[in-house]
């Protein structure tokens, strides 16, 4: 059973930094890529940056310049260091990592980042 486990989450001031981890029970090259998304209340989920197996990695506007996804493939885990954080940042933060093979989806349980002072 695949399963990701996200950690790392938590109160930050404006300016500060943070770093996400999602750690799968499996190989990571089960997965066509993997990728962190955010949902704010209120609003839909969105992609905040993602890293294909074969190391293309996307970010959304709003986290470039900021943000940075990164991965361990002998950990089979993949980070999210966040620098630079803005309160607009609050949300849960979701690791997502649809498989290679088909079309299954598998998401975290996700974590909150709260950016506040």
């Known amino acids: 059973q695949v399963q990701l486990v996200e950690s790392g989450g938590g109160l930050v001031q404006p300016g500060g930094s943070l770093r996400l981890s999602c750690a799968a029970s499996?190989?990571?090259?089960?997965?066509?890529?993997m990728g962190w998304y955010r949902q704010a209340p209120g609003k839909q989920r969105e992609l905040v940056a993602r890293?294909?197996?074969?190391?293309?990695?996307n970010y959304a506007d709003s986290v470039k310049g900021r943000f940075t996804i990164s991965r361990d493939n002998t950990k089979n885990t993949v980070y999210l260091q966040m620098n630079s954080l803005k309160p607009e940042d609050t949300a849960v933060y979701y690791c997502?990592?649809?498989?290679?093979?088909?079309?299954?989806?598998?998401w975290g349980q996700g974590t909150q980042v709260t950016v506040s002072s």
């Open positions: 890293i294909t197996t074969g190391g293309i990695i």
């Open positions: 499996v190989s990571i090259f089960r997965f066509y890529a």
């Open positions: 997502n990592a649809p498989s290679i093979i088909g079309t299954s989806q598998y």
